[in-house]
């Protein structure tokens, strides 16, 4: 058992969370990722994480098919030109890889590694969309990867090629792209915040916060349990930016030709991973919600080392396949019971049946959830209804940890001084009056950020947005405020 003493997360996660995520992540802890690839900011995903992210994808790209998103992929490398044809978003280049050598020949034009999709998939939009018949147009694009030049890097949280998923629609209308920008939030809602249990708060950004070349950005920030805000979604608003660089036009009933309208949304594959480890995870493990699990069951038989081992072992064998509808493992390695246990609930297996002689011998089998004390035996035709109603508490107390977590770091500052007191002593969001979200508040926000040590303005929320009261002013400019807006320290 000396394996046994090296596993193991050795900090708390309330005490030291950032060394927390880096141990749960790490061999010492769930063996997500190994960080020991040799180039900084490219990890490798190890097989465990790759099962919870491959079911991230699956749920999202349901989702976004049953909204009539239709798959395509294009290739990783961009043409310079493209990627500078929309003004603001030439503003990514700073953060891009290039290709410049291929073979021993030098490439008269370099390629940039995607940063992002739009520079790719509009100069085909372009190709493709001819009339209003063409639209909607809407297309997504999942489990590639993208790059971008990032100076500090951590697993999930920034990296310098990293996971992603991205919608590319065109519209007729403006009326239409905005009610997309909805149903993108409906996608996120339904899959992240019902099923993944992640919570998180919807924000119009600020105008001098939006995505380069979008007329607005529509996000959603998480927080981790060390109170830093996460953006784990956006959707833009494109407007007619790109369409007018790429001449994305359509003919529409009159025979007239018109610009498209563009929407792009992209939940963050990686961030919402994140949430996932952080904010529902322990310091025993992981924790994830039933449907997440790579493996949702784990069997564990309690060997005797006497003749009803072979009784115990056959008995596990046939639970397993009376439970094919799960995925089911069962662990018949050499480790003790307790070591099995410690593994098991270090990597988030949502529940655990344990057999030994005398559940063998009576036909009964013990359960235990993570996330709960107590183990129920029960007999086997009631095994089904157990493990429904298991997983289902299991979920719900999840959720409710998260949302009660969430709640908690909402806090209001009515002037400077209490926001600089409050975000230096709270973890999480701040609502504070606010002179104006368009371009002029710009200089407000960076004062904000300067004296309080990096908060950021992330908007006014999209739903339950507060209004400020009569006499609400700035609390950076003094002028009238007319909006109530987030403020947070970002990862
Ligand atoms: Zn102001």
Redesign the pocket.
Known sequence: MTEEKKRGITVKKTENFSEWFTQICSEQGAQLVDIRYGIQGFIVHRPWAMKVLNRIYTLLEQAVEADGHEPHLFPTVILEDNLTKEAEHAGFIPDVFWVTQAGEHTLEKKWALRPTGETQIYPMYSLWIRSYNDLPYKGYQSRHTTFRHEMTTRPFLRGREFMFFETHDVFATHKEALTQIKVDMQIMDEVIRDKLKVPFIFFRRPQWDKFKGADDTYASDSLLPDGRRLQISSTHDLGHNFAEAFNITFHNKDGKEEFGWQTCFGPGIWRIMACLIGIHGDDTGLILPFDLGPQQIVIIPILKGNDTDEEVKTYCEDLKTALKQYRVIIDDSDNSPGYKYNHWEMKGVPLRIEIGSREAAQGTITLARRLGEKKTTVKQEDLNNAIITLANELDTDIGRRAEAYFKDRIKHAQTKEELIHVIKNHRGFVTVP???TNNE?AV?AEHIKADTGGADVCGVPLAHAQEPKKDDV?V??G?KATVIVYCAKSV
Do not use: A, L, R, W
Request: aromatic share 12%; charged share 10%; proline share 0%.
């Open positions: 606010f002179c104006t508040g407000c700035c950076q400019c002028k």
